[in-house]
């Protein structure tokens, strides 16, 4: 049900209940959690662990657990999401701290992104990025994506606000057959 894609270094792949301890980790990682409202214990990450999952059975698209290639590593999750309430067809990503700065989010968000333009119904993808998180800034901007409007996502009965960073098919199109 869920695809599986692969890039020079990673798998894109489908969740499993061993994907748990790892999940649990990052979501539970002060650092990784700044701009994504804060430390989950470890029941709210097996919650979050079933939504990544059913997101693929309601939607028909999801965020796909990253494994590195070379050892197995269950780094984090990258995908498409829309909840309700969602600005749009959001790309996102979040990686274990262990694996930052290595071009991996930009590679595995690179993969969802043609994955999201070749089989969804869209003009535009979309992500929401805290003002602050510069790291994923550049990550959105190595994808040809744009800054554009502001938003505020209602999650957990809390706002955040988030500046909308966005790239339209045409111009993903465009940065195809440039390469």
């Avoid at 700065?101 to 535009?124: C, I, K, L, S, W």
């Amino acid at each position: 049900m869920i695809p599986r894609l692969e890039t020079e270094r990673l798998i894109l792949r489908g969740w499993r209940a061993d994907d748990f301890e790892p999940l649990a980790a990052i979501h539970g990682d002060p650092q990784v959690m700044t701009f994504l409202g804060g430390v989950m214990e470890r029941n709210d990450a097996w919650r979050s662990l079933a939504s990544l999952a059913g997101h693929w059975a309601i939607r028909g698209y999801g965020k796909w657990a990253v494994e590195r290639k070379s050892d197995g590593a269950m780094m984090g999750r990258v995908g498409m999401i829309n909840p309700e309430g969602w600005p749009g067809l959001e790309i996102g990503w979040t990686l274990g701290r262990q694996y930052w700065g290595r071009g991996y989010a930009t590679e595995a968000a690179g993969a969802a992104m043609r994955y999201a333009f070749m089989t969804q119904p869209v003009d535009r993808l979309i992500s929401c990025i805290d003002a602050n998180n510069v790291a994923s800034q550049q990550v959105a901007q190595r994808l040809g994506e744009r800054r554009g409007g502001t938003a505020v996502l209602r999650i957990g009965g809390k706002d955040y606000p988030v500046e909308i960073w966005a790239i339209t098919r045409a111009e993903w199109m465009r940065r195809l057959q440039a390469t």
